[in-house]
């Protein structure tokens, strides 16, 4: 157990040190998971809309493939991205391979399919009576969908709280895309992969402490803002 208490001792002195490694994983976790997450939110709150608000033809398999998605194993992600990615794949001149972007991009496939699936079902929630009420009222399609979203606008918080969860816990889509290259593309999660595989359980018990740090604060944040909200 005693390497437990040196791990809180040793998370403790990184940060308060500023050990330069330690702070450029956390740059590169919060870059990446910053521009997942905001990728993902830009994409996945229209299309969760347009999958809870509207009947059309193959809703139901659409649903059942964008469920299925949430299970995802984040290796195989990394797999896809990487053949997408790689010198010899369809966007390989774009040079993301190895890169930040890379591994966002990565993670925005990881948090979409939640974001998805959350928002459809807050707005399959909503009372219904709102949009005949709106309608009566001479509403349009777009301010319909405005009032529709800030009614479920706690579904969506939710939705995103966990994507958030999920894109900064990941490891196999940094370590793929990433490449867990120092001083570049290493995140806390493929540091704390890489310091446990040399037998460093102290470091990566620090790292990890590290991490829930970067998650409690992200969370505490979320949770005053929905107060506010």
């Known amino acids: 157990m005693d390497f437990i208490q040196e791990g809180f001792i040793r998370a403790f002195a990184l940060l308060v040190n500023r050990d330069p490694a330690t702070y450029s994983a956390i740059y590169g976790t919060l870059r990446a998971s910053g521009l997942a997450m905001a990728g993902s939110l830009l994409l996945g709150i229209?299309?969760?809309?347009?999958?809870?608000?509207?009947?059309?033809?193959?809703?139901?398999q659409i649903r059942i493939i964008v469920d299925?998605?949430?299970?995802?194993?984040?290796?195989?992600?990394?797999?896809?991205v990487y053949a997408l990615l790689t010198r010899n794949g369809p966007i390989g001149e774009a040079g993301l391979l190895f890169t930040i972007p890379g591994i966002a991009i990565g993670q925005t496939l990881l948090s979409l399919p939640i974001i998805i699936a959350l928002t459809a079902t807050a707005v399959e929630g909503a009372d219904r009576n709102l949009r005949i009420t709106l309608m009566s009222l001479g509403a349009s399609r777009k301010q319909i969908a405005a009032t529709t979203l800030c009614e479920v606008r706690l579904g969506i918080l939710a939705a995103a709280v966990t994507a958030t969860g999920r894109v900064l816990t990941e490891v196999g889509i940094s370590l793929m895309v990433g490449g867990n290259i120092k001083w570049h593309t290493?995140?806390?999660?493929?540091?704390?992969?890489?310091?446990?595989?040399?037998?460093?359980?102290?470091?990566?018990?620090?790292?990890?402490?590290?991490?829930?740090?970067?998650?409690?604060?992200?969370?505490?944040?979320?949770?005053?803002?929905?107060?506010?909200?």
């Open 46 to 60: 229209p299309l969760g809309y347009l999958l809870g608000y509207f009947d059309f033809s193959f809703k139901k």
């Open 186 to 229: 290493r995140t806390i999660t493929t540091a704390i992969a890489l310091e446990t595989s040399k037998g460093e359980f102290s470091m990566g018990i620090a790292l990890g402490l590290v991490l829930l740090l970067i998650a409690l604060t992200v969370n505490i944040s979320l949770a005053s803002l929905r107060r506010r909200i």
């Open 68 to 80: 299925t998605l949430l299970a995802l194993p984040t290796v195989f992600i990394g797999l896809v």
